[in-house]
């Protein structure tokens, strides 16, 4: 019921930055949260940052004061703003939409941060 589909990814040196975008489609309505997630190399996926429909924010530690996430509600289209990246930020990142309390996913989105 709900598409999204992801950019903004690829390679950057440490200290750069990115900026994801996901744009939603479909059954756009009464999506009370989105976010992002990411998953490395042999890691577990986590959150890395969600916005409510009311607009509040959260972040995992390890991003906070570095990552921005945030809507244009016009266009359906969540943003991921990075700055100030680190190796250890390499990894998938993954739009995430829940609706009616059920989750979309994206296909991802590839982050490499290296020198």
């Known amino acids: 019921q709900v598409q999204l589909v992801e950019s903004g990814g690829g390679l950057v040196q440490p200290g750069g930055s990115l900026r994801l975008s996901c744009a939603a489609s479909?059954?756009?309505?009464?999506?009370?949260?989105m976010a992002w997630y990411r998953q490395g190399s042999g890691k577990q996926r986590e959150l890395v940052a969600s916005?409510?429909?009311?607009?509040?924010?959260n972040y995992a530690d390890s991003v906070k004061g570095r990552f921005t996430i945030s809507t244009i509600n016009a266009n359906n289209t969540v943003y991921l703003q990075m700055n100030n990246l680190k190796p250890e930020d390499t990894a998938v990142y993954y739009c995430n939409a829940i609706r009616n309390g059920w989750p979309y996913w994206g296909q991802g989105t590839q982050v490499t941060v290296s020198s």
């Open positions: 916005i409510t429909s009311g607009g509040k924010t």
């Open positions: 479909g059954s756009i309505f009464s999506i009370d949260v």
